[in-house]
């Protein structure tokens, strides 16, 4: 082989591999991008049926019952607008409390009730989830009732 | 007063910075010795003055001293010394204090083992990296001082997050810095050549040392940040593919890359313009990594900062050094050559490929890292990349990679024989294809993924076996010892690291084959199975610790009715912020892990539990420590040494080849 063909052996074999590389990325993120949406836009009928999500904002003072298994658990989570009912068989996160910040991935059941797979809450106390703390914002933005006095707390040291 | 003098040899610091970034590189194009001999002076004197501010943050936290703003919102009167000093790196500006520390301590190494480089090269070296310390330091100064004053003094600090306080973290922070800013000599090396058009093999011999140094720590400090989230956030996982992991994973992957290629650039000269690249590269996904995880871009408990000035300052400041360096590459690279040709099928053509790949998972990860982040951006709405993603990408891409892994280190250079290697490597092959095949079934289960990765992690141990049995025959000595110590240690160094990547694949195999969890709800004497491990909840008991108390839960694990172990696993409350934290308890073991985690208490002293038993988990840290090894091993090898030792004599040799430039 002379020098030259070599080279293009050599760029085909990349491109080879970049061509794998893009065909697997494409792929995996077409079955796992996994999309967030607020209470709100779920309330709306945005949300896809049949297919994982994210919701976020925060959970219901109040809401959180467990069933006799000491496992499933059952609470609201709600962006002061709308509110979803979230259901979870599993141990909670630490930082799970009423009154704060979670989020949620799971699925939309037919009784519109969110059956989550997964729940997000691993961070310190005042600390909100981004997801959750912009779904407030966004309830808030688009000139919902106020029921709750609602402190979105800005992580910020300054305010220690 | 003693924050006072950390703040001013801060800003000495940085006036010595500039002065060692500016003039000991103009000195080196104009060929001025007298503006060169600045640099190693200059270096060191930087690296003095913040180990003065580092002290005096340390005495601060120390001292308690809660009228400096970053030890009140870090630590508490009632936190232990060491978290307390451990909290210096507990948050955004004291980190990046100890980045710049290691950056003036890597600078003072620099100094210390550069006798046998040109003065050009060394003055040039020492400036880039005073260059990079410029941005750090300027960065603390104008935006994330650790010194600021809080006036009036806080009566009591805000404390560690309770999640930090933990061995690990004591350890881990500094050894990630280690490699992340160890990659900066590499780059430093890299830039230097660029600016001196001037890139031989005596180059690579300089920086591979460096490099590999840089990315065992490296190494180390993944595996450590990866042990402390298994053990530390009560989940039972060891990595998540979370953007902080992968923060750290892409300098390694782009390191790895690296460290590979120099070896193609020292022993053949080839691969020049693409080792220069990849140690642009590993650089620059350091400062990624630290802009990612310390720009609050990212939420988890490793982002600190959510002030936006510092974002657009790490962003400028990336700008600057990733678009710079790349712009020199552009305009010096073809200067630099491309080095020696060789065939497709060569030791060459295998590592090439080897760092195609590597490169092409690190794409792929640095992807699904960035994308939500740029959709974010662009207002496109919120998504996550979960860890279904990355497996999917990365293991198909590391897979040839690892197979390659273990031709390529029986091929020749420039040219090897398919036929011949496959003569040689057939026993391998057919040892570690059978082994694969049967082993699931011995051990009751068999799915293709459990075969595929003992298949990889097999024929990369007989594979090195191969080349050992080859390469001891082939050396001189009469007996067996003799003909081992005949081996060069770099040589065992490779060896070592590569059976530490299949010490690793065994462990995560075995972990996801294996592995069996269950939540269950426990009444006090109950009992739970799993994995043949019988656990039994014996109640909790409250237990008070320095600064939180705790509910400690007692559990006896039986095996065929002999008790094997009691597990505590705590529930801890935090005091000082009203935090809880879950403290799993685990029996580590060789062949596997019993891991228990207290989750809520119900009614009746009952609560709800998790446990685990997992498989040969211990094996993907210590193959993550055997690779390390094996770094560590190819850097005490002869050549080094004698380098070293050459300086310590006055320079009887002529400093090696500075004769040979390429300038074109």
């Known amino acids: ?160 | 007063m003693i924050p006072e003098i950390g703040h001013f040899a801060l800003i000495l610091a940085l006036c010595v910075a500039v002065v060692q970034g500016s003039l000991p590189i103009y000195g080196a194009a104009v060929g001025n010795s007298a503006l060169m001999a600045i640099a190693k002076p200059a270096a060191r004197a930087q690296f003095l003055l913040v180990l003065i501010a580092f002290c005096s943050l340390g005495y601060a936290f120390a001292e308690k001293d809660f009228s400096v703003l970053y030890v009140a919102a870090t630590s508490n009167s009632q936190l232990p010394l060491h978290y307390r000093l451990a909290a210096i790196w507990g948050a955004h500006e004291g980190s990046l204090l100890l980045w710049t520390f290691i950056l003036t301590w890597w600078m003072f190494a620099v100094t210390l083992f550069s006798k046998h480089l040109p003065e050009t090269m060394r003055s040039r070296i020492l400036g880039v990296m005073g260059l990079v310390s410029v941005g750090f330091l300027l960065f603390m100064l104008t935006v994330s001082n650790p010194f600021e004053r809080l006036i009036p003094a806080a009566v009591e600090g805000r404390d560690l997050n309770p999640l930090l306080q933990d061995p690990g973290m004591v350890v881990h922070p500094p050894m990630l810095y280690m490699g992340y800013v160890g990659f900066s000599v590499a780059f430093a090396f890299a830039i230097a050549a660029l600016l001196g058009g001037n890139l031989d093999a005596a180059w690579a011999r300089w920086s591979r040392p460096w490099t590999t140094v840089a990315w065992c720590f490296l190494t180390v400090g993944i595996a450590m940040g990866s042990g402390w989230a298994y053990y530390e956030l009560g989940w039972g996982g060891w990595w998540f593919w979370d953007p902080v992991e992968n923060a750290s994973f892409m300098p390694w992957l782009a390191g790895t890359a690296l460290v590979h290629s120099l070896a193609v650039t020292d022993k053949r000269g080839g691969f020049k313009v693409w080792t220069v690249l990849l140690a642009i590269m590993a650089f620059s996904l350091s400062l990624l990594g630290t802009f990612l995880v310390r720009s609050g871009v990212l939420t988890s408990v490793h982002a600190f900062a959510t002030d936006p000035k510092r974002g657009t300052f790490i962003l400028a400041f990336l700008a600057i050094v990733i678009g710079g360096s790349l712009a020199l590459y552009a305009w010096r690279a073809p200067r630099v050559g491309l080095g020696g040709s060789f065939a497709m099928v060569s030791r060459e053509g295998m590592l090439l490929a080897n760092n195609v790949l590597l490169v092409a998972a690190m794409g792929s990860v640095l992807l699904g890292t960035l994308y939500p982040l740029f959709l974010d951006a662009l207002d496109l709405g919120k998504i996550s990349v979960g860890p279904p993603y990355f497996d999917s990408v990365f293991a198909p891409l590391m897979a040839p990679a690892i197979f390659l892994m273990g031709i390529g280190p029986l091929a020749q250079w420039k040219k090897a024989e398919v036929p011949d290697l496959l003569k040689r490597l057939k026993w391998a092959f057919g040892v570690s294809l059978v082994t694969a095949l049967v082993l699931p079934f011995v051990m009751g289960k068999w799915t293709p993924l459990l075969s595929l990765g003992l298949l990889l992690a097999l024929w990369v141990v007989t594979t090195a076996v191969v080349g050992l049995r080859e390469r001891l025959s082939h050396s001189n000595g009469t007996g067996l010892s003799d003909r081992m110590a005949a081996v060069p240690r770099s040589y065992w160094g490779m060896l070592v690291a590569h059976c530490g990547i299949a010490v690793f694949i065994v462990g995560v195999t075995m972990v996801k084959g294996f592995e069996t969890e269950s939540d269950v709800r426990m009444n006090v004497g109950e009992t739970a199975t799993i994995g043949g491990y019988t656990f039994r909840f014996d109640g909790t008991e409250d237990v008070v610790g320095p600064n939180y108390t705790a509910a400690r839960g007692t559990f006896h694990v039986s095996r065929d009715g002999r008790e094997t172990t009691v597990l505590y696993p705590e529930k801890r409350r935090y005091t000082a912020q009203n935090q809880v934290m879950t403290e799993a308890a685990i029996d580590p073991g060789l062949l596997r892990d019993l891991y228990v985690s207290l989750g809520e208490p119900l009614d009746g002293g009952a609560w709800s539990v998790r446990l685990y038993h997992k498989p040969f988990v211990d094996w993907i840290w210590g193959g993550c420590f055997i690779m390390a090894l094996g770094g560590v091993l190819a850097i005490s090898d002869r050549r080094y040494r004698l380098a070293w030792r050459k300086e310590k004599e006055p320079k009887v040799a002529p400093v090696a080849r500075p004769a040979r430039c390429e300038v074109a």
């Not at chain 1, 945005?46 to 467990?66: N, T, Y």
């Not at chain 1, 009784?111 to 691993?122: C, I, M, P, Q, R």
Request: hydrophobic content about 45%.
């Open chain 1, 1 to 160: 082989m002379k020098p030259r063909h070599k080279r293009f052996v050599f760029i085909g074999l990349g491109l080879l591999v970049l061509g794998v590389a893009t065909v697997l990325v494409l792929n995996a993120f077409q079955k796992n991008l996994v999309f967030f949406f607020t209470p709100t836009m779920v309330a709306n009928g945005e949300a896809p049926k049949g297919q994982s999500f994210r919701i976020g904002g925060m959970v219901e003072d109040g809401s959180l019952v467990r069933d006799g298994d000491g496992l499933t658990v059952h609470f609201v989570v709600t962006d002061t607008a709308k509110s979803v009912p979230v259901t979870y068989k599993g141990i909670l996160p630490d930082l799970f409390k009423e009154g704060k910040g979670a989020v949620a991935q799971g699925q939309l059941g037919a009784d519109g009730t969110f059956v989550a797979s997964e729940v997000l809450a691993k961070h310190d106390e005042n600390y909100m989830p981004p997801e959750a703390a912009e779904a407030l914002a966004k309830a808030k933005a688009s000139g919902a009732q106020e029921s709750k006095s609602l402190v979105v707390p800005e992580n910020k040291k300054d305010s220690l």
